[in-house]
């Protein structure tokens, strides 16, 4: 069975910076995509960050780039989202997400999830 528990996540001031694990357990991140979703109230679910394992490429959504980093341990099978200057508008519930191929941010192709981290920003 396939787990992805995510960690991190809590409140922060704008400007701050928080970093979010997620620690996967029935498969492993050394053979799987692994992204960040995330989901504000009232909005859509959107894609932030992804790690592609078969190049290492990495993918960020326009309004993360230069302030967010995704990497991982594959020594402790964890895949991170460093969130630096982070904004009011960054504050949702953040989802790590697994799959074997990469497919943007297409959220419904995923076929692993989380249960999901809030990440709280206060201006």
């Known amino acids: 069975e396939v787990q992805l528990v995510e960690s991190g996540g809590g409140l922060v001031q704008a400007g701050g910076s928080l970093r979010l694990s997620c620690a996967a357990s029935g498969l492993r991140f050394d053979d799987f995509t692994a992204c960040w979703f995330r989901q504000a109230p009232g909005k859509e679910r959107e894609g932030v960050s992804c790690l592609e394992h078969s190049d290492n490429s990495t993918y960020y959504k326009d309004s993360v780039k230069g302030r967010f980093t995704i990497s991982s341990d594959p020594a402790k099978n964890t895949v991170y989202l460093q969130m630096n200057s982070l904004k009011p508008e960054d504050a949702a519930a953040y989802f790590c997400?697994?799959?074997?191929?990469?497919?943007?941010?297409?959220?419904?192709?995923?076929?692993?999830w989380g249960q999901g981290t809030q990440v709280t920003v206060s201006s």
């Open positions: 997400v697994a799959d074997r191929r990469w497919y943007g941010w297409h959220h419904n192709m995923y076929d692993y």
